[in-house]
Nanobody
């Protein structure tokens, strides 16, 4: 089973940047589409972005388009989420998850433990 580990969260001021990393091991990483999700206190988990396994096509939640960029480095078994111009409403625990296909439509079967992102002045 693919095991995922997130890192890179932290506290940043509005307008700042963070880069999250999602490292995978235990399976052939290239075979999996990887999505980033987030969950804020009292809110449901929501999809933020996804990168497919086949052609590295990318998908974004509307509210993060133009601010977040997802990319993958299969040689390092890692997917990144570059987050720029962060806003307080981006505050959440961010999770990465793996889909064993190439559509980014799910289901996502393997999840990381999450990393906290806090945007506050």
């Amino acid at each position: 089973q693919l095991v995922l580990v997130e890192s890179g969260g932290g506290v940043v001021q509005p307008g700042g940047s963070l880069r999250l990393s999602c490292g995978g091991f235990g399976e052939i990483f290239d075979y999996f589409s990887i999505g980033w999700f987030r969950q804020a206190p009292g809110k449901e988990r929501e999809g933020v972005s996804c990168i497919s396994s086949s052609d590295s096509s990318t998908h974004y939640k509307t509210s993060v388009k133009g601010r977040f960029t997802i990319s993958r480095d299969n040689a390092r078994n890692t997917v990144y989420l570059q987050m720029n111009n962060l806003k307080p409403e981006d505050t959440a625990v961010y999770y990465c998850a793996a889909e064993g296909g190439n559509t980014c439509q799910g289901p996502f079967g393997s999840w990381g433990q999450g990393t906290q992102v806090t945007v506050s002045s």
